[in-house]
C-alpha cells in the first residue's frame, strides 16, 4: 500500500468555523476522516497533518522524499510567498514523487494577491475551488498514477 502525506498549511485546523461561506462547514477533523477514508478506498494509506508553522511544513516536504511518499499539499497562505516551501516541493517531485497542490477555494476568483503561487510551478498538479472533493481528487490524481 502507498503512502501519501495530506499536508495542510495555516488557518486550515479552523475549518467549519472559519468563513465557512468560503471555505464549507465541514470541520479539520472530518475533513480528515474524509481523507482517510477516500485513501483506504483507493488503496492508499493517508498520513493527515497540518501545521501554523512553514517550517514544520519544510521538514515534512523532507520526510516525504526521505519515505518515498507522495504528497497532496494545502499550502494555505504560504502559497503566495513560501520559497522555502517551494523549494521543499520541488525535491518531493525531483525524487520523482507527485505532489498535488490543492484548495478549496478557487486562488483565481479572489483577491489579486492570491492568484500567485509559488508551489504550482513545481507541483505534478493542481486542483482548486472544489471544496473537500479537491482533496478526493487530489488522491484519486496520486492512486491513478501510481507507480
Given at each position: 500500500?502507498?503512502?501519501?502525506l495530506?499536508?495542510?498549511?495555516?488557518?486550515?485546523?479552523?475549518?467549519?468555523?472559519?468563513?465557512?461561506?468560503?471555505?464549507?462547514?465541514?470541520?479539520?477533523?472530518?475533513?480528515?476522516?474524509?481523507?482517510?477514508?477516500?485513501?483506504?478506498?483507493?488503496?492508499?494509506?493517508?498520513?493527515?497533518?497540518?501545521?501554523?508553522?512553514?517550517?514544520?511544513?519544510?521538514?515534512?516536504?523532507?520526510e516525504?522524499?526521505?519515505?518515498?511518499?507522495?504528497?497532496?499539499?494545502?499550502?494555505?497562505?504560504?502559497?503566495?510567498?513560501?520559497?522555502?516551501l517551494?523549494d521543499?516541493?520541488?525535491?518531493?517531485?525531483?525524487?520523482?514523487?507527485?505532489?498535488?497542490?490543492?484548495?478549496?477555494?478557487?486562488?483565481?476568483?479572489?483577491e489579486?494577491?492570491?492568484?500567485?503561487?509559488?508551489?504550482?510551478?513545481?507541483?505534478?498538479?493542481?486542483?482548486?475551488?472544489?471544496g473537500?472533493?479537491?482533496?478526493?481528487?487530489?488522491?484519486e490524481?496520486?492512486?491513478?498514477?501510481?507507480?
Amino acid at each position: 500500500m502507498s503512502t501519501v502525506l495530506v499536508a495542510n498549511g495555516p488557518n486550515l485546523s479552523r475549518l467549519g468555523t472559519r468563513e465557512p461561506e468560503k471555505y464549507g462547514s465541514t470541520s479539520y477533523d472530518e475533513l480528515a476522516a474524509h481523507a482517510m477514508q477516500w485513501g483506504s478506498d483507493l488503496g492508499l494509506e493517508v498520513v493527515m497533518r497540518q501545521s501554523d508553522d512553514e517550517a514544520e511544513l519544510v521538514a515534512w516536504m523532507h520526510e516525504a522524499v526521505d519515505n518515498g511518499w507522495d504528497v497532496v499539499l494545502n499550502p494555505a497562505a504560504f502559497t503566495h510567498y513560501s520559497y522555502a516551501l517551494r523549494d521543499a516541493c520541488a525535491l518531493v517531485t525531483s525524487a520523482g514523487r507527485r505532489l498535488i497542490e490543492v484548495h478549496l477555494t478557487n486562488p483565481h476568483a479572489r483577491e489579486e494577491f492570491r492568484h500567485t503561487s509559488v508551489i504550482s510551478g513545481v507541483a505534478t498538479g493542481t486542483i482548486a475551488g472544489l471544496g473537500i472533493d479537491s482533496y478526493r481528487l487530489g488522491l484519486e490524481a496520486i492512486a491513478a498514477t501510481a507507480s
